[in-house]
């Protein structure tokens, strides 16, 4: 990744004068520093919340799923609901690291590393949920397709649950994988910084052994290439196949082509949102102003617009043709007029609000470029997404096919519990790791100084050399 | 394990090298005392145990001991020593016997396994017409909780030889004194018990019998007495009906024991013919939903509607007052003088001059559908002579009563003054299955037996007997009346003989006891007498009588029995309080209907929760003068004015915490009267809301009319129309620009269905009445757990069978608003094809009215048309919930059911959110041995009920509907053993064997003579959601009603 030219009209992605030392300075700093009284704060906050939550997992494992709100219509709700929230908001990560890694999109190195922790985690607590919300999770292993020995018992390839179980295993592997090898040469970094013997040992396990050799940045560039290339199409199939739990049943409201490709824009719109969030958070705690800038928020920004933009139109979609059917059976639909007019009339327009109006305003330039506007927006995307998901889940099987089996869904503390717990767990791991990973790919943001950093910018500029 | 090789750890100690010895000796600095530690020397170097081994035994025991520190649960069962010769364990042993219990009488086969009664369906070969709380009787066979385990006496233990001889002793101190001694029983209709109770006056001629009916038709009895002179209720054939016209006379359901099964009988389509049925009623019942025309009139109009209507047949001026609905009476007289003697009228009022009208009408067109000469025996119960007993025994008159199997300080309505006569009595016995309140208040409680323990005869009808027979031998220390009151009167026999003799003696004529015992009915003549009886009833001072009794000014309160709990009898049965009404829908509860209107005027409302469940607000109901609190429903299809509450609940004494639900009705049920005149009704708003349960919310079916068919009988009798595209349209699809029915297109391979059984149930919508008789026998055979009340409300009932009740929407008022009706619609617009045409005409007559699409789908009519629709597992022959299980658990069958493996179910729920028909049901909770589930799961005795041939499923796995394959596997595997083939219509299914109308029939569809095989494929027959593909086995028959007249 060599630093090719960038004009000096374009604005620099990396502020103030910063050397190559200042931004190792800059990265290693949170890790080797001390946590100031924010960061505790927030920690302890999150581990109660985490704790909590796992409090209600095992109760509900140790009591049965009783303990939630779901009855004999409504057999999903807030756990599949958070499952898909969680799955989407994973998306981000490797659409900024492999996708724009092969667009070959500078920007992006700024966040990737957090937006792929981000992924990593968010990943975590969606795989939590289809094992907790088993009647039976100590059995969960059978969805394994293992020899076994109760007979010629194997699973159901018809099922996209075990479709999930694979594409859900499969990105996290290879997330994982991704993540880590950009951070070898960090880690090293961070390795060779290291005063502690301690700490230089465990990163020194980290960096597994990076020399920093040429051949060591050759196949570490081939690498990543491979990875990206590999790692792209896991963006289209996770949150299809998730889509699919939906799209191949007989629901009506499920039942719908257009869900996947609807699924992966809806989950790449909330997982720029969730980066957004995090990102507004990261840079003003660990001090990342530098790095992080308003043209970082702004592309993200469009992102959003785009995705935001594709999900509107799936929305609408769904609105028209479930009435254009003219199926008594689409009358209710979680995207209709019986909807909006019913019990869940609230939730309906939480989705409209938070999902299609709201992001609206980013299309004026000044209020995408606002840190503050993007990241109220962003949150307001995590909401709207979180609804997307519920209204999909509750309000459709709320009004099953036959009328008789019409029901409500109300949650239990132990359903808000587990929810508030896997943010809880979410936010444990992302600030452990902010004081222990090196949030910004350090060697490739080296890459760029020259190209975008503002001093070299300026001094090009007064070179006159555009 | 020890090893002899040698290992040499360097190249120096193979060389011996001194070196290593050095090294050897300093290994450790100081010297470690193992000699001291491990004792012995000589024995220690003997031992061949090394290191390794040592630390292999330690490894070893240590787990060992753990694993042997958990135990598994011990479950003891003890084989037979010598296997009685009537008995193979495994094998089920049918006995027939009669359930009679003073309110329910049903002549049942009982199924026992390993001397344990666990099923009891009816009898087909007697005709024997079951309801719900037949089926459920069985589990109160096994209520130790309400049932009296041990004499008692004041409330302490005693023996029967002591009870015996103290109570004998003041029996003839009494006789001695000629005081005056009563025997209170139920209707008891027993022959032979008659003889022995007779027998018993003999010896004691100061004892009196009195009959007492909780729930009374004791005018009923009156007016037959004064019209044929006898005291007994008239038997009515419907099934030779062409015109039924019924004022507020429940009859598919509790009216003087229930006609149900007759009635249907004359409604069979395919035979061509279909009772006209027209029900006037205030409350919504049963009967009424099943009716051809609902004619909605509080009691006090019904009255003077019954009057007028027999001014109109007879051409009579009887003195009436003219009602709102006599515009539809006229109509109904020009319907019932053209049945003529295939018209009947009844009513449910219980009015001695009700009655006689009613009983005049019949007359009057000469009705054979009336049976004035083998009566009806089910009611005997004597109101004056009630009245008569509690006030003797409030002024002391009576001295000693004797009280068998009822409850009158619960069920009486001037109890209080019945508890205060109980104190003044010298002797006070209640001999009963229940520790009821009343026992509680007697000197002496004895423990009579259940029925399914005791011996007996019943006679329902006159000259059609039913025996009763024990199928257990008795669980407690338990004796039966007819024992007790040989004893009593010294005789040295036992029942059992004195049954049999009386049997030979006056009921076999020379026929086979073993016979009459194996069938367990007897049909005979001997009781029929011929007398001539002039009645003497004059009908004008009879109307005269009846409009000046009859009240039509302020709120009517028309008291009724609900399918589940009855007269209240069973109300400790968790099956019966889970039963949902099939109206409402509520289970675990009683409450006050009220009608749309009303509860707009008065306030009331039943909103819907976020959690899905109903509230209810509560009433202030005061009768003369005694006021309570009950919970409130509003009823489509009630009276305006009107308001209904069911009897039956309320009850607390000894009833478990979860049972003890609702609002006791018997102290408004004043003279056994079942309509209370100026009643005050006020919203009380302090008390809040009242939490119901109910299994299903939306009350219409939403526009969505291809779920539930309906038809016209003249429709369907109407050969000429072909139904595919005039009354029963299957979904149609476009195929290669042709619109093709949507069974013929599949995506999937079609099962083989070449050899082997493939199993079908066939449904008719027509017959189905909705009397929950099914719902309960599934929940005996399939050990479906109870969940009780609070589970129930938030939609977790776990119900295999339910029945869905549909209203008619609001659409109904609309159209009538919008002054078009679908007929004339269609008429107008010949374009728009098949299912548009509701929606369309709903969209036009909205427009019309002015209405909202949702408002008026969702909503149910002020008086609606009502439908019912059993629904279970459809066993899909391509199931949606087959397809999405990750881990297999659920998948098709060879013989077309679609299995749950629950073993193999991880619970994830996917098969219920995907099944269109949602009859999954997942085990939120571990149901048996949980304290908080304490229904007959949860203790020995109730768990004696359960089906040793189904699992009892543990918490986190799905669950629904088998197709019974217990019951199938075992009829082949009969017919296996028997080496032949399966007969026709050899298979059945609990529903299917439950279901006295024969609206549920099951079979074979690869049997040709299997009824099922033609009923698949009947021009009625269509598959519910057939537009999706699923291709079930479970085969629904269009709904007809007989619309032709009128």
């Known amino acids: 990744m060599s630093s090719h030219y960038e004009s000096s009209y374009r604005e620099p992605l990396i502020l103030g004068e910063k050397s190559y030392h200042d931004i190792t300075e800059d990265i290693a700093r949170p890790i080797e520093g001390k946590a100031n009284k924010n960061w505790y704060i927030a920690f302890y906050i999150s581990l109660a919340a985490m704790l909590w939550g796992f409090g209600c997992i095992f109760y509900t494992v140790g009591t049965g799923i009783g303990v939630w709100g779901l009855n004999k219509n409504i057999g999903w709700a807030w756990d599949i609901t958070n499952f898909v929230w969680w799955v989407g908001i994973g998306h981000a990560g490797t659409l900024i690291s492999a996708v724009l890694l092969l667009f070959r999109q500078k920007w992006r190195m700024a966040i990737n590393r957090s937006a792929e922790a981000m992924t990593i985690f968010a990943v975590f607590q969606a795989g939590l949920f289809p094992i907790i919300h088993m009647g039976r999770p100590w059995n969960g292993y059978w969805v394994l397709p293992i020899p076994n020995q109760f007979g010629s018992l194997w699973v159901n390839f018809n099922s996209p649950l075990l479709w999930d179980v694979f594409a859900i295993s499969t990105y996290l592997s290879v997330s994982l994988v991704f993540w880590w090898t950009g951070l070898l040469p960090d880690f090293a970094t961070i390795r060779d910084r290291a005063v502690k013997p301690f700490q230089k040992k465990i990163y020194a396990l980290l960096s597994f052994g990076w020399s920093g050799r040429a051949k060591d940045w050759q196949r570490f560039e081939e690498v990543s290439l491979v990875l990206a290339g590999l790692a792209t199409p896991l963006v289209l199939s996770v949150h299809t196949i998730v889509s699919m739990d939906f799209a191949t049943s007989v629901n009506p409201g499920w039942h719908s082509t257009i869900f996947p490709p609807y699924f992966v824009a809806g989950a790449i719109f909330s997982g720029f949102a969730m980066v957004q969030t995090l990102l507004g958070v990261m840079r003003k705690v660990t001090n990342m102003e530098a790095y992080i800038t308003r043209l970082h928020v702004e592309y993200m920004n469009i992102v959003i617009i785009l995705t935001g933009g594709i999900v509107a139109v799936a929305y609408a979609t769904e609105f028209f043709i479930a009435w254009y059917t003219g199926s008594p059976y689409e009358n209710y639909t979680y995207l209709s007029l019986g909807a909006e007019a019913g019990a869940y009339g609230w939730a309906f327009w939480s989705l409209m609000i938070f999902n299609i109006i709201i992001p609206q305003i980013l299309w004026i330039k000044k209020l995408r470029r606002s840190f503050i506007v993007s990241f109220l927006v962003s949150i307001a995307i995590n909401i709207g997404m979180w609804f997307e998901r519920f209204d999909i889940i509750a309000i459709v099987l709320s009004k099953g096919q036959l009328p008789s089996t019409w029901w409500r869904f109300e949650p239990t503390f132990v359903d808000v519990g587990i929810f508030i717990g896997t943010i809880g767990f979410f936010f444990v791991l992302f600030l452990l790791y902010a004081r222990t990973f090196p949030v910004i790919p350090t060697a490739e943001i080296k890459t760029i100084l020259k190209s975008s950093g503002e001093n070299f910018k300026k001094q090009r500029a007064e070179n006159n050399e555009h | ?1046």
């Not at chain 2, 079951?130 to 008692?152: F, G, I, M």
Request: glycine share 6%; proline share 4%.
């Open chain 2, 1 to 1046: 394990m020890a090893s002899n090789k040698k290992y040499w750890q360097s190249v120096e100690e193979l060389k011996e090298s001194s070196i290593v010895e050095t090294l050897q000796k300093n290994e450790f600095v100081e010297e470690i005392p193992t000699d001291e530690f491990l004792g012995d020397k000589e024995t220690l170097e003997s031992s061949s145990t090394s290191r390794r081994d040592f630390l292999k035994y330690v490894g070893f025991s240590t787990a060992a001991a753990s694993l042997a520190a958990c135990e598994g649960p011990v479950r003891k069962s003890i084989p037979y020593v010598v296997q009685p010769d009537d008995l193979i364990v495994g094998v089920a042993d049918w006995y027939a016997t009669t359930m009679s219990d003073g309110f329910d009488f049903a002549n049942v086969l009982v199924k026992t396994r390993e001397g344990r009664p666990i099923l009891v369906m009816p009898n087909k070969d007697a005709g024997a017409d079951v309801n719900a709380r037949v089926v459920a009787s069985v589990l109160s066979l096994y209520d130790h909780k309400l049932r009296l385990q041990e004499p008692t006496k004041g409330g302490s233990a005693v023996s029967w030889a002591d009870a015996d001889k103290e109570i004998i002793a003041t029996l003839n101190s009494l006789k001695a004194a000629n005081q005056p001694v009563v025997l209170l029983t139920g209707t008891l209709a027993s022959p032979s018990t008659e003889k022995v109770i007779s027998d018993f006056t003999v010896a004691y001629p100061n004892v009196k019998h009195v009959v007492y009916d909780a729930v009374s038709e004791s005018a009923t009895l009156e007016a037959f007495e004064a019209m044929y002179g006898k005291k007994a209720l008239p038997n009515y054939d419907f099934s030779k009906a062409e015109t039924i016209v019924s004022f507020g006379a429940d009859f598919i359901a509790d009216w003087q024991g229930g006609y149900e099964k007759s009635y249907i009988s004359g409604r069979k389509v395919e035979e061509g013919k279909m009772s006209y049925h027209v029900q006037v009623e205030a409350n919504m019942s049963l009967t009424g939903s099943n009716a051809d025309k609902r004619i909605v009139a509080k009691p006090s109009d019904q009255v003077f509607a019954l009057i007028n209507l027999y001014n109109a047949v007879s051409g009579e001026n009887l003195p009436s007052k003219a009602t709102p609905i006599d515009n539809q009476i006229k109509g109904l007289a020009k319907n019932l003088k053209k049945a003529g003697s295939k018209g009947v009228v009844v009513t449910g009022i219980n009015d001695k001059n009700a009655q006689l009208i009613a009983l005049a009408i019949n007359n009057c067109i000469n009705s054979q559908i009336i049976d004035t000469e083998a009566v009806n025996l089910t009611r005997q119960g004597n109101d004056t002579e009630i009245s008569q007993l509690v006030a003797d025994m409030k002024s002391g008159k009576i001295k000693g009563l004797v009280t068998y199997n009822v409850n009158p300080v619960y069920s009486l309505a001037n109890s209080s003054d019945f508890t205060e006569g109980l104190k003044k009595l010298e002797l006070s016995v209640a001999l009963t299955t229940q520790k009821d309140i009343t026992s509680t208040l007697t000197q002496y409680a004895l423990p009579a037996p259940h029925y399914l323990e005791s011996w007996g005869d019943v006679m329902t009808t006159k000259g059609v007997l039913g025996l009763v027979q024990p199928t257990i031998q008795p669980i407690f220390n338990t004796r039966q009346l007819q024992d007790v009151l040989l004893k009593w009167s010294g005789s040295s026999l036992n029942y059992y003989d004195t049954l049999k003799e009386y049997w030979s003696t006056n009921v076999l004529g020379g026929k086979s006891w073993n016979q009459a015992l194996h069938d367990g009915f007897f049909k005979t003549d001997v009781f029929s007498e011929e007398e001539v009886f002039e009645s003497l009833v004059n009908l004008s001072s009879v109307a005269t009588e009846l409009t000046k009794a009859t009240q039509s000014s302020g709120y009517e309160l028309n008291l009724y029995t609900s399918t589940a709990l009855g007269d209240g009898k069973q109300a400790n049965n968790p099956w019966l309080q889970e039963l949902p009404d099939p109206l409402t829908r509520a289970s675990w509860d009683n409450y006050l209907t009220v009608s749309m209107a009303d509860a707009k005027e008065l306030g009331f409302d039943n909103p819907v929760k976020d959690n899905g469940a109903i509230d209810g607000n509560y009433a202030d109901v005061t009768v003369n003068g005694v006021t309570k609190t009950v919970p409130v429903m509003v009823q489509p299809g009630q009276a305006i004015g009107s308001f209904g509450l069911a009897l039956g609940y309320g009850r607390t004494e000894n009833l478990k915490d979860e049972m003890q639900v609702g609002v006791n009705a018997y102290p408004f049920y004043f003279n056994g009267n079942n309509v209370q005149y100026d009643v005050k009704i006020e919203k009380n708003e302090s008390a809040g809301w009242h939490r119901f349960a109910c299994t299903q919310v939306q009350k219409t079916i939403a526009g969505r009319h291809d779920i539930l068919q309906e038809a016209s009988l003249k429709d369907v009798l109407n050969k000429n129309l072909d139904p595919k595209h005039t009354w029963n349209q299957p979904a149609m699809v476009s195929y290669d620009h042709q619109e093709v029915e949507a069974k013929t297109i599949d995506l999937w391979d079609d099962h083989n269905r070449e050899v082997g059984h493939h199993f079908n149930l066939s449904i008719d919508l027509t017959s189905c009445t909705g009397c929950g008789a099914c719902v309960v026998a599934c929940h005996s055979e399939n050990n479906v757990p109870v969940v009780g009340k609070d589970e129930v409300r938030v939609g977790r009932d776990m119900h295999w069978l339910r029945i869905d009740r549909y209203y008619s929407s609001k659409v109904e008022d609309k159209q009538a608003e919008a002054k078009m009706t679908m007929a004339q619609f269609k008429a107008d617009n010949p374009k728009i094809a098949g299912k548009d045409i509701e929606r369309k005409y709903t969209e036009k007559v909205l427009e019309l009215s002015g209405g909202d699409l949702f408002d008026a789908l969702e909503n149910p009519a002020e008086n609606p048309e009502v439908t019912f629709q059993p629904m279970m597992c459809q066993h899909c022959n391509h199931a949606p919930c087959e397809t999405v299980c990750p881990v297999a658990a659920t998948s098709h069958g060879r013989q077309g059911q679609n299995q749950m493996a629950y073993n193999r179910c991880v619970g994830t729920r996917y098969c219920a959110n995907n099944c269109p028909y949602r009859v999954r049901r997942f085990n939120w909770f571990n149901y048996a041995d949980n304290n908080e589930f304490d229904f007959n799961m949860n203790n020995e005795y109730g768990k004696m009920v359960l089906n040793p041939d189904v699992v009892v499923r543990s918490r986190g796995v799905m669950e629904k509907c088998s197709m019974c394959i217990q019951m199938t596997q075992a009829t082949i595997l009969n017919a296996k053993k028997e080496g032949r083939a399966v007969k026709a219509n050899e298979f059945e299914t609990a529903c299917s064997q439950a279901c006295s109308t024969g609206a549920m029939v099951f079979g074979d569809v690869n049997n040709p003579e299997d009824k099922v095989a033609q009923l698949k494929e009947d021009r009625r027959a269509f598959h519910v959601l057939d537009y999706i593909g699923t291709k079930p086995n479970v085969v629904y028959q269009v709904k007809v009603r007989n619309t032709n007249e009128a």
